[in-house]
């Protein structure tokens, strides 16, 4: 079955530090995989995706690129902000078959002190 | 001009109890679906309804009965409530033929006491 590890938090950084939020999959074929971020109290907003294998997906200064080879979506972003401050959770989702739900990595929470 | 609402937001109630969740949304979008947030953060797909049809079913108790009255609403319905069903319950909903992204609702913060 399908399924994501994402590198375990808290993750706790200094602003304008540079951030990586490691994201490896399992999948059948080759998905889409997403970024979700979670800001507290707040529901889940897609911040980047990607569909196929080398494109690179990026929003708000944060960038991740598809890497067929080494099954990874890794999160990166050069300089963050103290509004940076949420739970990251890396996606993924099948293209084929009827049963198209996000399977979720475990959340990173990323905390960003000024 | 909220895309996808969810009500309550917050619900507190007994063990024992029947409560109902309800989830809209204004995207015309044809597929909704729920998912609970547990303690730790972690997500996990509970149901899938693609134009009112049930696609996914993942195992959850049979206490739990979605409910999609037409496309734009996924109710889900929780029969004698149990302390371990304290979590957030997202709402999501998507097009399939037009693009996959799921855009979130706020989500419900349920209690069992």
């Known amino acids: 079955g399908n399924s994501v590890t994402q590198m375990e938090g808290p993750v706790t950084l200094s602003e304008e530090a540079f951030l990586t939020i490691n994201c490896t999959y399992t999948?059948?074929?080759?998905?889409?995989l997403f970024w979700y971020v979670q800001y507290p109290g707040e529901g889940l907003q897609l911040l980047l995706k990607?569909?196929?294998?080398?494109d690179k997906g990026s929003n708000k200064g944060f960038e991740a690129t598809y890497r067929k080879e080494t099954t990874s979506f890794h999160l990166e972003k050069g300089s963050v902000q103290v509004s940076d401050s949420a739970v990251y959770f890396c996606a993924l989702r099948s293209k084929t078959g009827s049963a198209r739900q996000l399977t979720f990595g475990s959340g990173t929470q990323l905390t960003v002190l000024p | 001009d909220t895309a996808v609402s969810q009500t309550p937001k917050y619900l507190v109630t007994q063990m024992g109890n029947d409560k109902s969740i309800k989830c809209e949304q204004n995207l015309g979008h044809d597929t909704m679906y729920w998912y609970k947030q547990d303690s730790k953060k972690f997500l996990k797909i509970m149901f899938s309804y693609n134009n009112k049809e049930l696609i996914i079913n993942e195992t959850v108790p049979n206490r739990f009965s979605p409910k999609s009255p037409d496309k734009a609403h996924l109710n889900l319905h929780i029969n004698s409530l149990e302390l371990g069903d304290s979590a957030v319950y997202f709402c999501?909903?998507?097009?399939?033929?037009?693009?996959?992204?799921?855009?979130f609702g706020p989500g419900t913060r349920l209690l069992v006491l």
């Open positions: 999501a909903s998507s097009h399939e033929n037009r693009g996959e992204t799921q855009y």
């Open positions: 990607a569909t196929k294998a080398d």
């Open positions: 999948a059948t074929g080759y998905p889409s």
